[in-house]
Structure formats: C-alpha cells, structure tokens
C-alpha cells in the first residue's frame, strides 16, 4: 500500500529566512546526476530544500523515507509513484515488474525505469529524503545502476544524515556528483540576525544573536530551541551565556526546557505520540485517548513545536526526527509501561485500517508476539514474495516460542534465508526446528505434524546437500519421501523465477564427487520418475544428463534430457527449461545437429513465462555466443559482446558465472587476451575460494588456450597440466575435447612432455587419461575435415577475407585485431596448408572444399 502523504512535499511556514546563497547551491544540482544534501539532525535540509522545490522550474518528486522502506519492492515502488503523480501514466512496465514480486536482479527493474525516465520530454528532479534510513545493500546497488545510465535531464537529489553508502568517487571525478554539506546549510552571521528578527518576538541586541550564533555554530534547529527558550526567560543575558557545550547537550537541555513549559496534557501527548512515523487525529486519539487530538497538533503548529503537516489539508502530520528522538528516549526510560500501551494502542488502529506492515512493527515493539506473528502468517505469501527482508528482520527478533506451533512461518523463514545466500543462518534454524516440530508429535494431527515433519526434512536434504554431504542429503530425502511422498511445497517454490544461486539447479556446479553424484542421482531418479506430478526430479534429469554428456556418454545423456522435455508438469518451471535446453543443445552440437542445437535454444526463449524473463535471456544468449563460435559464426559472438553488458573488469560473482565464461571466451576469440586473462584469473580465484571444482576446470581449461592462443606455449601446458590434474579423478571428457583441434594440438605437446619426463615435478596425470581425451578427439575423419579442424575459427575468416582480395591491413580492421596478429595467423595458415603464398592456401582450401 502506498501512503500518499510521504509523496506529498513538506510544508514549511512562510516566515523563513531567505538564503540565497543556498538556494543558488541547490541550483547547481541541476548540473549534476546527483545531489547530495548531507548533515546531522536540525541543520535544516528539508526545509531546504522543500524552499527551493518553490522555486525550481523543473518537475518535482518527492519521498519521505522512513525504516519501512528498507526493502528493495517498496523503496522503488514509491520512487516510481512519485515521479507518477507528478507524470501521469508513468511507470506502467515498472509496476509490471515491481508486482510480480522480489527478483534477485535489479536490471530489469532499473533498466524499465531508466527506459520511461528517458522518453520524459521535460527535466525531472526527485528528492529521496531520509536516505539514512536505507541500510538495504540491494537498494544501493540498483542505485549505483540507476546513476551510472540516469538520462541527462533526470536529477536525483537525496538529503541523509549520513554520507551514502555506495561509491561516489567516480560520479565525482566526472562531475556528476555536487555535495551540500554541513557547513553549507548552517546559518551564516547575518541570516542568523534575519531570523531572530524576523521569525522571533525576542528583541535581541546584534551583540547576544552574535553569541548565541558562535555557541550553536550556526545550528538551525540550536537557534529555533533557544528561541523558544528564551521567550520564558526573565534574564536573557543568563539564559544565553548557558547555552553551551556539545551540539547534542545543548539539544537536550533546549528540549527539556521547551517540553518542561508546555502544560501536563501537552507533554503526555508528545510523549505518547513520540512513536509514530506518521499521525493523524484519529490515531493520535486511539494512542493517548485524548479527544482534542486535532487541536493539540494545531496547536504544536502554531508554536513551531518542530511538527511538519504532510498534506494541504493538515490532516497528516510528523515531528521532527531530532524531536521525535528526544521524546522517545524520554518516554522509555521514564515510562516503560506507557511506551508499551502507545505501541500497543498505535498497532490495533494501524491494523484496523489496513496498515498491516506498520502495525506489526508496533507490535513488536510492545511485545505483543502474539499479534505479530498472526499478521505475519495472514500475508506470509505477500511477505515471500515481494518483503522477504523485512520477514527476515521480524522472525529474527521475535522469541522462538512465539511462532513454536506455527510451523509455516518457520518454514517459510528457512526458504528465504536459503534463497538470499544466508546458509549458515539456515542451517542454525533447520537443527533448531527439527527438534522443535519433533517434540510437537500429538499436539498436532497426523497429517499437520506429517506435513511440517516433510517440510523440515526437506530443508534438511538441501541443507546437508550444500555442505556437500549426499549420503546425508539421500538420508533425509527418504524421511521426507515417507512423511510426505507426494513432496514438499518448497521443492519448486520460486522455480519460475531467476535464482541467483545455481546450486540448486545445477547439481554438478556444487558437488565435485562426480561419483558420489552418479550414484546419487541415479537412485532419487529411480524413486521419484513414476510419480506423475513430481517435477522437482527435473533438476536431477537436467543434472544427470550434464554427467553422462560430461562423461562422453551422449546417447544415454540425451534419453535424460529427452524425460524433461517429454513431461508436462515441469512446462511452467522456467530455471528447469533452462538448464535442460542447454544440455540438450550441447548434446545435438555434439552429435553432428548444429541447426537443432541453434533451435532448441531459440525455442527456450519463447516457453520461458517468468516475471525474471529478461535475467533468463542473459543467460541464454550467453550460451548461443558460445555455441556460434562453435559453429563457426564469430558475427554472432560480437555483436553478444556488444550488446551484453558485460566488461572484463566487472565484479564477478557466482550468478554469473555462465556469463563471465562466455565472455571471457568471446575476448579471447577477438584476440582480446590481456582482457580475458584479467577476467579468468579473478573467476579462478572466486571459484577456489567456493571450492566450485567443474567451473574451476573450466576457467583453467580456458586459460591454457587463450595462453596457447597468444604463443605463451610454456605456460599454457602449466594450466592444462593443472586442469588434466584436476579432472582426471572425476572422469572428464567432454570439456577438454569440445575445444576441438587447438586443444588436441596441446595435448600432443603435453603428451611428448609427459613421455620425455622433461615436467619439473613428477608427472600428477597419467598418460592414459592424456590418450583418452586423444584418442576421443582424433576420431577418424576424411582428410579435409581433419585439415579443417586444425584451422581456428579466425583463421577460417582470414581465408575468408584473403579470397575477397582484402590487404592484411583491411582483414585486421574487419576482425579487430592489429596487422601483426593477421601476419602471425597467415604463417600458421602456410604451415598448416602446406603453401608459401595466398595464391597456395587459396587453391588448398578450394581443394580440400573449405570455401
């Protein structure tokens, strides 16, 4: 729900100070992306720049921020109704995405909004107010996106008590970022005098505002307090000279000294409605049960009481944090009882009219656990879906008995810290339920205690399976199988959505037993394959299939593949399509099917129905730059590398690991080798780190050849010796032997080292497994394919280029490498061809029918 008094602009009173130098300060954001408006409590941002939004020409949004809106869907959700009620009709693929729920990647969140801030036809300025409020590492990630691509007619402003916590050198360094500090919002000398002349009744000598200027050093919300203060004084000269101290000291005594004069009815409603983020009468009445409500806030109006209406019809109000803060502390330490009542009081009417979130933040804070966690399991699916951290926040505080007999919000719990990478937390709450929901055996039925005792079980498999312990793992999938043989909800919630941690989908990305997987696999295969509605064993065809095609075993890989594609209750769950597409793919590539390869691919794109589309897109498209230069299609590969997004100096993370692959090998493909080694050897550390030993392979296998590639043939063999090393154990095949000829002709050297005993340490791979991959790659073939096979996909387009007649100087520009590199590649070509000119390796190729 969007409460639409955090949208509307402060009102301030007329009777402020003019400050020109400030808001020409302001106006020099319009120059920049943007704005940051920074210092403590009191020094008056708001107020600024609520003054300076008066004058502004262009459009203005605005969001009051508070602790709710620490949770990526809302935030953005009420950026974008901002900008929509100052643009009607904005934001329309925005909410699409936004309604669909919480998704594990900002991009098409952020690029939909970037895409209709940028067909805006004026200049747009939003103000985020109270950033200091957002903690959220999510949010500032996406806005780091969002400012890197903000159109140049769209400026963010943003007023915090605290700097940003994301990295804002770089806006800095081109200009983009301007800062208004403390000591630009402070008064100066003479706006000081303005302001106890103008704003205040106090006829005060230029020598005392001089004074009082020098001890709150310019302070806002310093001279406001002592202007209240001072009003009740009989010596004002006194009064003044005890104005001293630290900033804080001198808010506290201002504060009490203002809260000591108001009458006893004024201060307990202050105090009690020190607790609300937000108030109005009626909830102000429902709090301290005082029917006046309405005039006691027009009143704190009329005194300046630091209150600020939300509306034009002053019927929503909020105090001033500095206020509300010194209130707070006042009332819980003087009246812990009366805190908890005003909570408690503030949650039922919160809950009474629809505000269900706030409320159970008041109920927690009265600990009412009890009403809490009701509200929690009345919009636990709203609250998985689209506020998992605000949930994580709430169970986490909430006492364990509270939640004992309700075993879906624990259960639900265990899901999203699962989901957000927080695995040891979820491992500490699974033992602790185990035990719990055991010991509830008879105070629940049979089927209710079945049901949580599957569940857990579940939880528990995949908990022991991401400690890579599969006899653990298979221990508890048989109790979960006799509690619950028909499986757990939990098995394919959120399988329609982008998952940033393919260890779930991709078995063989975490377990590095390959062994130990084949026989896991096979049996839970076994199990669950007769079962007509069980598409969790999706993941487990896909997986299996990956370790046959690994294995060199394609045609009992593609009859695995072959179950998924042939069973209909997986067609909805998109992270399965995926992942058995791909294997599918590589498996025709394999068996001679390039066009069914290229088509199965094509197809995935139009049988994925998720909200993430475009996150699966990423990867799919991926996938088809790989599977091109299989295939000879290096066009096809730069224009993925143009269009991907992806740099080699990106931070690289396990999500994107299948992208960060193909990336790498594009740039190496492109002769782009410094690049692809940068790239590679993060991605092998990362990996080491994960102890993610197929990708690891993969990273090593892929360095020897962009080695080999540049003519570092010493340090190449390094890598592949590591990489043999590695791989042998676990039987793979198929990384090495689909690099096709370039890897065959490394393995020959590495076989002639091996066989000359001329390798520094003692040999650590056997010559047999160096054959087999041999002897699997040289399979027989007629003499032009063999000739063919040893030529790289660049030196097939050299040839290419050289029949058009193209000088090596034209050839370099049409495949982006320098002239140099096309002479070294026209000598391998004479080596290979057995020719000493063009006109040789022209009428070679035609001969053996490569053109």
């Not at 008066?54 to 009420?78: E, P, R, T």
């Not at 769209?154 to 360094?173: F, G, K, W």
Request: charge should be negative.
């Amino acid at each position: 729900m969007i409460v639409s008094t955090k949208l509307h602009i402060p009102l301030m009173r007329n009777s402020l100070v003019s400050r020109p130098r400030l808001m020409r300060k302001l106006n020099k954001g319009l120059e920049a992306k943007l704005t940051l408006v920074s210092a403590q409590a009191g020094y008056g941002k708001t107020t600024a720049l609520s003054e300076w939004v008066k004058q502004c020409s262009a459009l203005v949004a605005w969001v009051s921020l508070d602790k709710q809106d620490n949770d990526w869907i809302q935030f953005w959700s009420y950026v974008t109704a901002s900008i929509q009620e100052r643009v009607p009709g904005f934001g329309k693929t925005v909410w699409s995405l936004l309604e669909k729920g919480a998704s594990v990647s900002l991009e098409p969140t952020i690029t939909a909004l970037l895409n209709e801030l940028n067909r805006l036809n004026s200049e747009l300025v939003f103000i985020l107010d109270d950033y200091q409020f957002i903690e959220l590492p999510a949010i500032h990630n996406s806005l780091i996106y969002l400012l890197e691509h903000l159109p140049p007619h769209i400026h963010l402003y943003i007023a915090s008590r605290t700097d940003l916590a994301i990295p804002t050198a770089r806006l800095l360094a081109k200009g983009e970022l301007h800062r208004i500090i403390m000591q630009d919002l402070r008064f100066q000398l003479d706006e000081g005098l303005v302001f106890f002349r103008d704003t205040t009744d106090l006829l005060l000598t230029k020598e005392q505002v001089t004074q009082l200027f020098h001890q709150t050093e310019g302070w806002i919300s310093g001279l406001q307090l002592a202007a209240i203060s001072l009003k009740r004084s009989d010596n004002i000269a006194e009064s003044i000279h005890q104005f001293s101290g630290q900033q804080h000291h001198i808010s506290d005594y201002l504060l009490e000294e203002v809260l000591h004069h108001q009458s006893e009815q004024m201060r307990a409603f202050l105090l009690e409605t020190s607790i609300l983020s937000r108030m109005n009468r009626s909830l102000c009445q429902a709090v301290t049960a005082q029917m006046d409500s309405q005039e006691q806030l027009e009143r704190l109006e009329q005194l300046n009481l630091f209150i600020i209406p939300l509306d034009d019809q002053r019927n929503w109000y909020r105090y001033h944090h500095l206020f509300s803060d010194f209130l707070q502390r006042i009332l819980s330490r003087t009246d812990p009882e009366k805190w908890v009542q005003a909570h408690i009081h503030a949650a039922y009417w919160l809950e009474n009219h629809g505000f269900d979130e706030e409320a159970v933040e008041h109920f927690l804070e009265g600990k009412q656990y009890a009403d809490a966690v009701r509200l929690i399991e009345k919009n636990l699916h709203t609250l998985v879906q689209s506020k998992n951290v605000v949930l994580i926040r709430w169970v986490s505080v909430l006492p364990e008995n509270s939640f004992a007999e309700k075993p879906m919000i624990e259960l639900f719990y265990i899901s999203i810290l699962l989901g957000v990478g927080q695995w040891k937390a979820a491992f500490k709450r699974v033992e602790q339920a185990t035990i719990r929901f055991q010991a509830l055996q008879g105070k629940w039925t049979d089927a209710e205690w079945n049901q949580a005792m599957g569940n857990i079980y579940f939880f528990c498999a995949i908990t022991s399976y991401l400690q890579k312990d599969l006899e653990r793992t298979s221990d508890y999938f048989e109790l979960e199988e006799r509690y619950m043989p028909e499986g757990s909800y939990f098995q394919t919630m959120g399988c329609n959505r982008y998952q940033v941690y393919d260890s779930f989908d991709d078995l063989l990305v975490h377990i590095n037993d390959f062994h130990a997987a084949d026989a896991f696999l096979l049996k839970w295969i076994k199990v669950w394959e007769n079962k007509k509605e069980y598409p969790f064993i999706g993941f487990l065809y896909a997986s299996y299939s990956k370790l046959l095609y690994e294995w060199n075993r394609l045609d009992e890989a593609e009859v695995y593949a072959n179950k998924v594609l042939g069973r209909k209750d997986m067609l909805p769950f998109a992270r399965i399509l995926m992942q058995i597409a791909i294997s599918s793919s590589r498996i025709q590539q394999t068996k001679g099917n390039p066009n069914r390869a290229l088509e199965l691919l094509e197809q995935l794109k139009s049988q994925i129905d998720s909200p993430d589309y475009e996150l699966f897109m990423l990867k799919i498209e991926a996938e088809q730059a790989c599977l091109s230069l299989q295939q000879g299609s290096f066009q096809y590969a730069l224009d993925w590398l143009q269009r991907c997004g992806l740099a080699h100096t990106d931070e690289v993370s396990l999500n994107r690991m299948a992208e960060h692959l193909s990336l790498a090998r594009v740039l190496a493909e492109c002769e782009r080798i410094g690049e692809a080694m940068y790239l590679l050897e993060r991605l092998y550390r990362l990996l080491c780190k994960e102890d993610r030993l197929r990708d690891r392979i993969k990273v090593l296998i892929l360095q020897s050849l962009t080695l080999h590639r540049s003519g570092q043939t010493e340090a190449a063999l390094d890598q592949l010796e590591t990489a043999l090393h590695l791989a042998e154990p676990e039987g793979y095949i198929r990384s090495f032997i689909d690099e096709g000829p370039m890897m065959a002709e490394m393995l020959s050297a590495y076989l002639k080292v091996l066989q000359g005993s001329r390798l520094r340490n003692t040999p650590s791979v056997s010559l047999v497994y160096v054959k087999q991959l041999l002897q699997a790659l040289n399979s027989p073939m007629k003499e032009e394919q063999s000739v063919k096979a040893t030529l790289t996909e660049q030196e097939m387009r050299i040839i290419k280029l050289i029949e058009k007649g193209l000088s090596n100087k034209q050839i370099a520009e049409q495949v982006y490498v320098t002239g140099e590199t096309v002479k070294s590649h026209i000598k391998n070509m004479y080596r290979k061809l057995n020719a000493n000119s063009r006109v040789q390796v022209l009428q070679q190729a035609k001969d053996l029918g490569l053109l």
